[in-house]
């Protein structure tokens, strides 16, 4: 008879690697499907001709407009740049502190409650507070991206770091392994297909912080420049700009996918 | 010289009865001694392997290795496990470098002496696999060569081939013989298969589970080189098992 370890429901927030991301770009029926959005909405567009449905061509000459006048690009670079650093911190606060919250269980128990009700608050509740706190600088913006896309990568590699199969612990102590051999060469390789569906998800996520936050402040950004219109009921800048932002969205998903499925390649 | 005097053990888990896995367990195993230990399951065979590889502190007693006393994991012996317990991320050759990896081997050298026991187990060709493409046997002696690469005198199997199907146990019991008569080690070889402690073993160690208690040392006195197939039809074999499944079929009769 061995031992048997009572088995733990998994956690609401974990998900697991993607196998076979069929990608958007990959379908020719989705192609179809897109064509077929946009001709309707040029149709409703023509025959409604309501203040809010601008027809797509002028959406799209609003967009290229936009472009022309170099209106969009400082605000493209500004979201980028606090999607870049507000991942980054994600990424380094997340591995370190779901790696100790799989490792130790009183630093689990200390911070898991916590963190599950960080993954489902939205994170724009925050955002006055952020904003008294660091004002308009980038600060803020960062902050709000690190909140959306943080808790599910610390979420996801404590569960991934739990889920070790003991006997390869057991036969890396047989080895003389150390602890911290045990986990570099042990835990944190067998946790990887987790923390890697982590940090998929957290960039989606981090995305959302991102146009979230910037629409908040409305002044800096893609989500700044999309409410500044809306405020000004702009509707084909508005639309202009969701239609980029949903092109930025897809572009950073495929690219995320692309790296996912080249750093899971070698792992079965 | 590994010498086990006086050891008992008990588990205390949280929240469970104390279990007594080891009570007074007295036992010498001479160099390059091929050792069995057999007994019904939850006897302690495990648990006393275990103490001998340092993985468990027993709770009474000690064990010594040629006068060193055992207080945690060592360099004297390597383990073969049941469940394989190989890395799956990992190719058959840093599988089995990875003994020689802990110890701060450089590269090129376990690079060489992790090839040089593939090829040993008969494994040459697969450096480059990863285990999920191999059997189980095959990934068993994976397993066999990573402990034998890192080169310690003694060799723990906790059942090793237990996971396999009859005929792959047969075969790499016989490979087992090979490899062993051509580069002695002490072994502490832990099964439930009665044939497989008689063919293997120098001597059996009988316990019982009442509770993890050596009940008897059976002497096998084959001659080596062993030739399986001839051992099997030999009256000591015969006699030996026999024997064996009387004092099981006593114990089941007792805790029955
Ligand atoms: N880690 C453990 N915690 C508590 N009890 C254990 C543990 N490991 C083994 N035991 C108990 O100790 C006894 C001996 O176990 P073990 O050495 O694994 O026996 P065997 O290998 O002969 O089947 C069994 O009753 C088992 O349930
Ligand atoms: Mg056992």
């Known amino acids: 008879m061995t031992a048997v370890a009572p088995t733990r429901p998994k956690p609401v927030g974990v998900i697991g690697p993607s196998k076979g991301v069929s990608t958007f770009f990959e379908t020719t029926s989705s192609w179809w499907g897109i064509l077929a959005l946009l001709l309707i909405w040029e149709i409703a567009g023509q025959v409604a001709d309501l203040v809010w449905l601008p027809p797509v061509t002028e959406v799209i000459a609003t967009l290229w407009q936009l472009f022309v006048d170099g209106v969009i690009q400082p605000h493209l670079g500004a979201s980028l740049w606090s999607l870049f650093v507000g991942f980054s911190v994600s990424l380094v606060v997340g591995l370190i502190v779901g790696t100790l919250m799989g490792l130790s269980t009183t630093i689990n128990s200390a911070l898991d409650i916590f963190v599950n009700a960080m993954l489902f608050t939205p994170a724009l509740i925050f955002a006055p507070i952020l904003f008294a706190v660091f004002g308009l600088s980038d600060v803020t913006r960062i902050s709000v991206v690190v909140l959306y896309a943080m808790f599910i990568i610390i979420i996801n590699t404590a569960e991934g770091v739990r889920n070790v199969d003991d006997p390869l612990l057991d036969m890396a102590a047989s080895f003389g392994a150390s602890r911290w051999t045990a986990v570099r060469r042990i835990i944190l390789p067998s946790a990887y297909p987790l923390i890697i569906a982590g940090l998929r998800l957290g960039a989606g996520r981090a995305v959302k912080g991102m146009i979230n936050g910037e629409m908040f402040i409305a002044l800096i950004g893609l989500g700044g420049l999309s409410a500044s219109y809306g405020k000004s009921l702009q509707f084909p800048e508005v639309w202009a700009m969701a239609l980029f932002i949903m092109i930025v969205a897809i572009i950073i998903n495929q690219g995320v996918s692309i790296i996912e499925r080249k750093l899971t390649a070698w792992y079965d | 010289m590994i010498s086990i005097k006086d050891v008992s053990h008990r588990y205390t888990a949280k929240g469970r009865e104390e279990t007594v896995a080891l009570s007074n367990v007295n036992l010498e195993i001479e160099d390059n001694e091929f050792v069995t230990i057999i007994g019904p399951s939850g006897c302690g065979k495990t648990t006393l392997m275990r103490a001998v590889g340092g993985l468990v502190q027993p709770t009474e007693g000690e064990i010594t290795i040629d006068g060193q006393r055992v207080t945690g994991p060592h360099q004297q012996a390597a383990v073969v496990f049941q469940n394989f317990a190989l890395l799956p991320w ?25 090839e040089q026991y593939i090829k040993r187990v008969g ?82 160690v009988l316990m019982s589970a009442r509770p993890g208690k050596i009940e008897e040392v059976i002497d096998v006195d084959i001659a080596r080189p062993r030739d399986p197939e001839a051992v099997e039809r030999s009256e000591v074999f015969a006699e030996k098992k026999e024997y064996l499944w009387r004092r099981l079929r006593e114990m089941y009769q007792v805790t029955a």
């Open chain 2, 90 to 114: 990992a190719s058959i050759l840093d599988n089995v470098a990875f003994g020689l990896e802990l110890q701060g081997m450089g590269k090129a050298d376990r690079i060489a002496k992790a």
């Open chain 2, 123 to 204: 494994l040459s060709g697969f450096e480059r696999k990863y285990p999920r493409e191999l059997s189980g046997g095959m990934q068993q002696r994976v397993g066999l060569a990573r402990a034998l690469a890192v080169e310690t005198p003694i060799l723990l199997m906790d059942e090793p081939f237990g996971a396999l199907d009859q005929q792959t146990r047969r075969y790499m019991q016989e490979e087992l013989i090979q490899i062993w008569e051509g580069d002695r080690r002490t072994v502490i070889f832990v099964t439930h298969d009665m044939e497989e402690a008689v063919l293997l073993g120098d001597k059996v």
